[in-house]
């Protein structure tokens, strides 16, 4: 299978899944080794024969759905954005949970690939921001649509070339060296709670203080999909809560949220709106 083959395959299909190419372009590679792998797994002989069978079998949809889910993560991925968090937006999280009487920050990381990001988050909390805010403790629900990256977030052991861009203090104290992989404090993992779900189908129970909804949503989505996952993410997010998006990721033209919305970079056309949590006392 020829990758211009699988290509045409992936565009003429991501409509249909309610997907935008625009989003695959870079990182269609990762999702069409999937593929031919899925072709193989059949005892297909060639693409136009998983097409067909697409045409055949609607449950493959569902399959091909799967496949494109990119799983592209790491450690610590966008430091600027860590660093806001830490400094700017977790802190004042805390102050206002603080001022209400709570004693848990809840967050919510959609689409959690093998748990760098929301083990990430219980790194920075644990180790730079717990010790301010003793009375709080902080509750993450990870949610992905894969078992298989799903099983490695709970195993939690890591190549050193995930940990990469995680600050070399932090990785001392968080990670053990288990021959040539890390694996993550018992502790620390404690914090996470990992289910397999889709945001499109079901939502948690649980409202959230903070949404890490990065480099899926509103990267991978169609325009009227996004707009359906941000009014379905409204509804779990706390007053006063916050919604962090990805590198170079804005909300659908004209959406709005009652909510701070952050990314390391924000678009242009969002900067004059870009909004900051209202201050409470330290």
Same mark, same amino acid.
């Given at each position: 299978m020829k990758d211009p083959e699988c290509v045409a395959l992936l565009r003429s299909s991501v409509a249909r899944l309610g997907l935008s190419w625009q989003g695959f372009r870079n990182v269609h590679g990762q999702v069409c080794k999937r593929i031919r792998r899925r072709v193989v797994e059949l005892g297909l002989a060639e693409l136009a024969a998983y097409q067909e069978l697409l045409e055949r079998e609607p449950s493959e949809w569902l399959e091909l759905e799967r496949l494109c889910a990119v799983t592209i993560s790491r450690f610590y991925r966008d430091a600027l954005m860590w660093q806001r968090l830490r400094d700017e /937006? $977790?802190? #004042? /999280?805390?102050? =206002? #949970? %603080? #001022?209400?009487?709570?004693?848990?920050? %809840?967050?919510?990381? +959609?689409?959690? *690939?093998?748990?760098?990001?929301?083990?990430?988050?219980? +790194? &920075?909390?644990?180790?730079?921001?717990? =010790?301010?805010?003793?009375? !709080?403790? $902080?509750?993450?629900? =990870?949610?992905? +649509?894969?078992?298989? &990256? !799903? *099983?490695? #977030?709970? =195993?939690?052991?890591?190549?050193? *070339?995930?940990?990469?861009?995680?600050?070399?203090?932090?990785? *001392?104290r968080a990670f053990l060296r288990e021959g040539g992989l890390f694996r993550l404090r018992d502790e620390l993992r404690a914090a996470v709670e990992l289910r397999c779900s889709d945001l499109r189908r079901e939502l948690p129970e649980e409202r959230f203080q903070l949404l890490l909804c990065r480099n899926n949503v509103f990267t991978y989505f169609g325009e009227a999909e996004q707009r359906s996952a941000l009014e379905r993410l409204s509804t779990r997010l706390l007053p006063g809560g916050a919604l962090v998006l990805g590198r170079g990721e804005s909300l659908p033209a004209g959406a709005a949220l009652d909510a701070v919305i952050l990314a390391s970079e924000p678009p242009p056309r969002q900067r004059a709106g870009w909004r900051c949590l209202p201050r409470t006392p330290a």
């Amino acid at each position: 299978m020829k990758d211009p083959e699988c290509v045409a395959l992936l565009r003429s299909s991501v409509a249909r899944l309610g997907l935008s190419w625009q989003g695959f372009r870079n990182v269609h590679g990762q999702v069409c080794k999937r593929i031919r792998r899925r072709v193989v797994e059949l005892g297909l002989a060639e693409l136009a024969a998983y097409q067909e069978l697409l045409e055949r079998e609607p449950s493959e949809w569902l399959e091909l759905e799967r496949l494109c889910a990119v799983t592209i993560s790491r450690f610590y991925r966008d430091a600027l954005m860590w660093q806001r968090l830490r400094d700017e /937006l $977790l802190p #004042a /999280l805390a102050r =206002a #949970a %603080r #001022a209400r009487g709570q004693d848990t920050l %809840r967050c919510w990381s +959609i689409g959690c *690939a093998s748990g760098e990001e929301p083990y990430t988050l219980a +790194i &920075v909390w644990a180790l730079e921001l717990a =010790a301010r805010y003793p009375e !709080l403790r $902080l509750r993450i629900l =990870a949610t992905d +649509i894969g078992e298989p &990256v !799903l *099983a490695r #977030a709970r =195993a939690a052991r890591y190549s050193a *070339a995930t940990l990469s861009e995680l600050p070399e203090p932090l990785r *001392a104290r968080a990670f053990l060296r288990e021959g040539g992989l890390f694996r993550l404090r018992d502790e620390l993992r404690a914090a996470v709670e990992l289910r397999c779900s889709d945001l499109r189908r079901e939502l948690p129970e649980e409202r959230f203080q903070l949404l890490l909804c990065r480099n899926n949503v509103f990267t991978y989505f169609g325009e009227a999909e996004q707009r359906s996952a941000l009014e379905r993410l409204s509804t779990r997010l706390l007053p006063g809560g916050a919604l962090v998006l990805g590198r170079g990721e804005s909300l659908p033209a004209g959406a709005a949220l009652d909510a701070v919305i952050l990314a390391s970079e924000p678009p242009p056309r969002q900067r004059a709106g870009w909004r900051c949590l209202p201050r409470t006392p330290a």
